[in-house]
């Protein structure tokens, strides 16, 4: 059986070092906001060329605390891709703001930056592109748009570490890059951990008083702030899987373009342009026929996941957006397929996918 992901294997080349950071953080007696928090912090801003970086519980609470920190009135606009997971349009409705669906690109799948100027009113306060799959957003547009009509520009990157659009890390384009290390990301931890990349002072500052319930010195609170802190433990295993980043990535990629150079023209193939070097945190393909090609290749023994099954306004939750119509973004949750390829497959793994796929 070809697994579509086993943490186990992932993380197993580090188990030794895991341990031992282990056994010191154990050793030390601080478990919050410590030395690895700080450590990690430093290291993963100067990775994504950006001047702050802030530690947080959750990718969804690092897009969260980017919106809060702008204080926008209630009811104001967030623009965003209505093809993102959920999580991204949770947290401008949980700061009480109102998300306004534009569809993505057929060949990106992320947002389409032509439809952006579209949907602008005179509410609208802020764009949330999301890098989805590992792929970066065309990102000239977006800026010019963002720096005419005056708007902030928040960048989902949970899928998107090390990604670069034309030499640029993601991150850094604009007011706030939210990042997720969700075990199975290409940077992922050993549980839940987020982080929030800024260039400005003001808002780091902010960030880090409003993860800590609002507090800039203990018992003494300045905002209305949540629990949203990034454990020492969990940075101490980041800090060590950082410092191989670009390999992992570069595995994935290795991996990747075997299924580029290799599947039949039948299968929908992920876009790939000199201006975007992708990740791959998914290798996603579309297809026709997905149930029925995931239900062949399972019998196959090639396990497969679909992200994602269900377009955010078809949500239950979203039942609010159930009379729109967004039918770019139901194409794609219609025909998406991932495939395997995670840090633990071999080159021998992906060929026999693609043995397999190419006789469906």
């Given at each position: ?107 990106t799948y992320n947002i389409d930056s032509l439809k952006i100027e579209t ?242």
């Amino acid at each position: 059986m070809i697994e579509y992901e086993n943490l186990a294997k992932v993380n197993q080349p580090f188990f030794d070092k895991f341990k031992r950071a282990f056994k010191d953080v154990l050793e030390s007696g601080w478990y919050i906001l410590g030395g690895e928090v700080q450590k990690f912090e430093k290291e993963f801003a100067s990775y994504n060329n950006v001047r702050y970086c802030s530690g947080v519980a959750s990718g969804l609470d690092a897009l969260i605390l980017s919106i809060q920190v702008l204080e926008l009135e209630k009811g104001s606009e967030i623009i965003v891709p209505s093809n993102t997971y959920i999580a991204t349009i949770l947290a401008i409705l949980k700061n009480g703001l109102i998300p306004v669906l534009v569809e993505p690109d057929i060949k990106t799948y992320n947002i389409d930056s032509l439809k952006i100027e579209t949907f602008i009113t005179s509410k609208t306060k802020a764009v949330l592109v999301v890098h989805l799959y590992g792929k970066p957003c065309e990102m000239d547009t977006i800026l010019d748009i963002c720096k005419r009509k005056k708007l902030y520009l928040i960048e989902d990157c949970a899928q998107a570490h090390g990604a670069e659009y034309k030499g640029r890390k993601v991150g850094g384009f604009g007011d706030f890059g939210a990042f997720s290390f969700y075990p199975t990301k290409n940077l992922g931890c050993l549980g839940d951990g987020g982080a929030i990349t800024t260039n400005k002072s003001e808002y780091h500052d902010k960030i880090k008083m409003l993860r800590n319930y609002g507090s800039d010195k203990k018992y003494h609170n300045k905002y209305i702030g949540i629990n949203s802190r990034l454990d020492e433990i969990q940075a101490s295993f980041l800090n060590i899987k950082l410092k191989v980043l670009d390999h992992i990535n570069q595995h994935k990629r290795t991996l990747a373009q075997l299924y580029l150079d290799n599947l039949k023209d039948d299968h929908i193939l992920p876009l790939v342009h000199k201006d975007f070097f992708d990740v791959y945190h998914i290798f996603n393909i579309r297809h026709e026929k997905r149930d029925e090609l995931k239900a062949y290749l399972l019998k196959n023994n090639i396990k497969t996941e679909i992200h994602y099954p269900v377009a955010p306004h078809k949500q239950k939750a979203l039942s609010f957006l159930s009379d729109q119509s967004f039918p770019i973004s139901e194409e794609i949750h219609k025909t998406t397929l991932s495939l395997p390829v995670s840090y633990f497959h071999t080159k021998d793994d992906i060929l026999k996918v693609i043995e397999v796929l190419n006789k469906f």
